[in-house]
């Protein structure tokens, strides 16, 4: 089975700056999409970013960016310029490309991002 | 504009009783999830639904009952046999065969025994 881990539980970073949160994840499958939703204090569950893993180009949204390292089993989110408006929940996501109907999507347990002004 | 939505936001159930929770989405997902979320863990699945009229249990079925007879609608009935039922709880759908697709959240429901 697969596994997802987010191994800080909480970060900070100052408005106007650069934080990455990091995310692995365990898997024998080649083919898989990786998300990042992001969980702000309305616990509304948005959709930050997703990446194919076929793709070697990592994906880009605005100010959010991922490092994808597919051999190293690595997919970390960028975000530039924080803004008070980014702190939330952050919660790393495993699908496989197999899974025709979600029913496999696997969370990380989540990392807190506080946005110090 | 198309969504999922959850009802009540905030629900209080007292000890012994059923509650249901709703989940309603005009996305025309065939796939639809119910999810569980404790503070400072990730997200359990407890149901989800492929097509209507059919339902498979997830990681944390029991205690927990649901129906699809609609395509819209996916309601989550909390029994008294969850021994544990505060947490909060949240709906997703998501189109069949499209693995690239994350999941469409709804806003969720927070339950509270008293």
């Known amino acids: 089975a697969q596994t997802v881990t987010q191994s800080q539980p909480e970060m900070s970073v100052q408005e106007a700056e650069t934080v990455t949160l990091s995310c692995t994840y365990d898997?024998?499958?080649?083919?898989?999409?990786l998300f990042w939703y992001k969980q702000p204090p309305s616990r509304q569950m948005i959709l930050v970013i997703r990446?194919?893993?076929?793709?070697?180009q990592n994906a880009t949204e605005n100010r959010f960016s991922v490092n994808f390292q597919k051999a190293a089993k690595s997919f970390s989110l960028k975000i530039s310029d924080s803004q008070l408006g980014d702190a939330a929940m952050y919660f790393c996501?495993?699908?496989?490309?197999?899974?025709?109907?979600?029913?496999?999507?696997?969370f990380g347990p989540g990392t807190r991002l506080s946005v110090l002004p | 504009d198309g969504g999922i939505t959850q009802s009540p936001k905030y629900l209080f159930r007292k000890e012994g009783q059923n509650v249901t929770l709703s989940c309603e989405q005009n996305?025309?997902?065939?796939?639809m999830y119910w999810y569980r979320q404790d503070p400072g863990q990730g997200l359990r699945l407890i149901y989800y639904?492929?097509?209507?009229?059919?339902?498979q249990k997830g990681d944390i079925a029991e205690g927990y009952s649901v129906s699809r007879e609609k395509k819209e609608s996916f309601p989550l009935t909390v029994t008294s046999a969850q021994k544990n039922p505060t947490a909060f709880y949240l709906c997703?759908?998501?189109?069949?065969?499209?693995?690239?697709?994350?999941?469409?959240f709804g806003s969720g429901t927070r339950l509270t025994v008293v």
């Open positions: 997703a759908s998501s189109p069949t065969g499209a693995t690239n697709y994350g999941y469409t």
């Open positions: 898997t024998s499958e080649s083919d898989y999409y």
């Open positions: 990446q194919e893993a076929y793709k070697q």
């Open positions: 996501a495993y699908r496989s490309a197999w899974d025709n109907y979600g029913q496999n999507f696997v």
């Open positions: 996305l025309n997902h065939d796939a």
């Open positions: 639904s492929q097509i209507v009229n059919d339902f």
